[in-house]
Antibody
């Protein structure tokens, strides 16, 4: 059974960097069978794909966030991480990690999701 | 980016009803269309991928159809556990994008 679990601070101050980690169990990131994505959901913008990463470290980002996003992978811990810089209140959302069944050049569908982590941006 | 629209935005239905939700893409996306169900406080759950393929473990009352720009999700006989919000998602191009959702509630 594949499981994903997000972890990280639930409160971030404006202009600071949001950092979340997703721990995967029941599947190995290092096998290279899938991409691994971050998706967020806010009341204002619905579901928004942030980006994805492959075991090699190759990442693709949503152009709307590209300049502020970094996704990285740690295969030794079977984890991947999200960093979003210069956050504002508009970045307040539930952040999900998910297994991404996409391949180059197409995007993918998401067959396993974490439970979600609410991150609030506020001073 | 490919823009996704859904209709209706909400609907009220009774147990046993046949329910159809429509999703439209702003560009041609072949059959790269997926459907999710989301209940309050939970992550979205994959129901249908590639327009018509039923995800493992999903009841057969759910079905998907369509291609190019127009797609439908059908629930053949609505069950109490099906009251939720449904989202479509295009996986034809990056960035992948989602529809705004259709909320199905009890009549």
């Amino acid at each position: 059974q594949v499981q994903l679990q997000e972890s990280g601070p639930g409160l971030v101050k404006p202009s600071q960097t949001l950092s979340l980690t997703c721990t995967v169990s029941g599947d190995s990131i290092s096998t290279g069978s899938h991409y691994w994505s971050w998706i967020r959901q806010s009341a204002g913008k619905g579901l928004e794909w942030i980006g994805r990463i492959y075991t090699s470290g190759r990442a693709h980002y949503n152009p709307s966030l590209n300049s502020r996003v970094t996704i990285s992978v740690d295969t030794s811990k079977n984890q991947f991480s999200l960093r979003l810089s210069s956050v504002t209140a508009a970045d307040t959302a539930v952040y999900y990690c998910a297994r991404d069944r996409g391949s180059i050049p197409v995007a993918g569908y998401f067959d396993y999701w974490g439970q979600g982590a609410l991150v609030t941006v506020s001073s | 980016d490919v823009q996704m629209t859904q209709s209706p935005s909400s609907l009220s239905a009774s147990v046993g009803d046949r329910v159809t939700i429509t999703c439209r893409a702003s560009q041609r996306i072949s059959t790269y269309l997926n459907w999710y169900q989301q209940k309050p406080g939970q992550a979205p759950k994959l129901l249908i991928y590639d327009a018509s393929r039923l995800q493992s473990g999903v009841p057969s009352r759910f079905s998907g159809s369509g291609s190019v720009t127009d797609f439908t999700l059908t629930i053949s006989s609505l069950q109490p556990e099906d009251f939720a919000t449904y989202y479509c998602q295009q996986s034809y191009s990056i960035p992948t994008t989602f529809g705004p959702g259709t909320k199905v509630d009890i009549k």
